[in-house]
């Protein structure tokens, strides 16, 4: 069994900073992605960044170029460091896990960007 646990979330004001982290503990398989996912009230889950054990990434286009992902593959640890935020990135964010076919996710935190 694998659990995630998020924390960093919170409300800031539009233009700033937040980093989330995300760590996993349980039987974890060495080759997974790690990743963050964020649903707005009303809308479907989307992806936000993802990164593999090898350290390959991926960024939803709205991101780019503010959202930076990163892991630290011995603790187990995938984080997402949120810049420039805009009032359009509030949502609750997801962390996930993909490995051996299967699909593992925490219980989201929640990011709030307003003045």
């Known amino acids: 069994q694998v659990q995630l646990v998020e924390s960093g979330g919170g409300l800031v004001q539009p233009g700033g900073s937040l980093r989330l982290s995300c760590a996993a503990s349980g039987s974890i398989f060495s080759i997974n992605v790690m990743g963050w996912y964020r649903q707005a009230p009303g809308k479907q889950r989307e992806l936000v960044a993802a990164?593999?054990?090898?350290?390959?990434?991926n960024y939803a286009d709205s991101v780019k170029g503010r959202f930076t992902i990163s892991r630290d593959n011995a603790k187990n640890t995938v984080y997402l460091q949120m810049n420039s935020l805009k009032p359009e990135d509030t949502a609750v964010y997801y962390c996930n896990l993909k490995a051996q076919l299967r699909n593992y996710w925490g219980k989201g935190t929640l990011v709030t960007v307003s003045s």
């Open positions: 990164i593999t054990s090898g350290g390959n990434t």
